[in-house]
């Protein structure tokens, strides 16, 4: 239990820094995204990964107007649900109209994507990352 403790409070740290560090960064005039699009990022995102016979379905939720996403994973294998639930941080760190680049703290890897846009809406297609194997990708719906 205290474990979990320490657990949690290390988290809440990181993000409390985190989300100081990127309003320090937006104040000054540096920003982490490219376009000026209203609508991206979006509140919340569904994603999908796959690899093989594994799935992950996790929800990345935004951080109030920060470009940090606090992260959910439930895990498949053969579509069926393990025990197992991953969390961690994601910083959307570039977009434009073809292509969206995010990192992923805890396992210190990119996430890069194609994007697709509609009048109303921006979508993730499908993309790789960094830390993937031959034919793994992800995908993402993204709520606004």
Do not use: H
């Amino acid at each position: 239990m205290r474990q979990e403790f320490f657990k949690s409070l290390f988290r809440l740290a990181l993000i409390f820094w985190l989300v100081v560090f990127v309003g320090a960064a937006s104040a000054s005039g540096l920003s982490s995204s490219n376009s000026s699009t209203d609508v991206f990022p979006g509140k919340r995102w569904k994603v999908i990964e796959r690899c093989g016979k594994e799935k992950w379905e996790g929800i990345w939720k935004r951080e109030d107007q920060t470009n940090i996403f606090k992260a959910r994973w439930n895990y498949y294998i053969d579509e069926v649900l393990q025990p197992k639930e991953f969390e961690d941080l994601i910083e959307l760190k570039s977009f434009d109209s073809q292509k969206v680049i995010l990192y992923r703290y805890g396992l210190k890897g990119y996430y890069e994507g194609k994007v697709s846009q509609n009048k109303k809406d921006v979508d993730i297609l499908g993309g790789d990352a960094s830390w993937y194997g031959k034919g793994c990708y992800w995908t993402a719906e993204i709520e606004y």
